[in-house]
């Protein structure tokens, strides 16, 4: 059974910096796409970025530049470093894991395995 667990959310002000982490147990992160998504009040959960199993790695236009996903195979982690936070950027966080298709960033298609999310508010 795969189990993924979010942690790393936190309160910061606007231009300041998070890293966020997903830890898996019963699932390979060496193989498929993986990524984080996001989701604040009232709108749709969007994909943030992604990671293919070949480490190449894909942004939403709104955190290129900014954001960063990576993983770290050994340890089953994988992570989303966040720079220069603005308030556009609080939302709960989700990690998922089985991202269907090519790997690019784009809305749930419904076959991700999901954790619990991680809250993140950027205060302005």
């Known amino acids: 059974q795969v189990q993924l667990v979010e942690s790393g959310g936190a309160s910061v002000q606007a231009g300041g910096s998070l890293r966020l982490s997903c830890a898996a147990s019963?699932?390979?992160?060496?193989?498929?796409?993986m990524g984080w998504f996001r989701q604040a009040p009232g709108k749709e959960r969007e994909g943030v970025a992604n990671i293919n199993s070949d480490g190449m790695t894909y942004y939403a236009d709104s955190v290129k530049g900014r954001f960063t996903i990576s993983k770290d195979n050994a340890k089953n982690t994988l992570y989303l470093q966040m720079n220069s936070l603005n308030p556009e950027d609080a939302a709960m966080y989700y990690c998922a894991a089985d991202v269907p298709g090519d790997c690019f960033v784009r809305r749930p298609s419904g076959g991700e395995v999901w954790g619990q999310g991680t809250q993140v508010t950027v205060s302005s």
């Open positions: 019963g699932y390979t992160y060496s193989t498929n796409c």
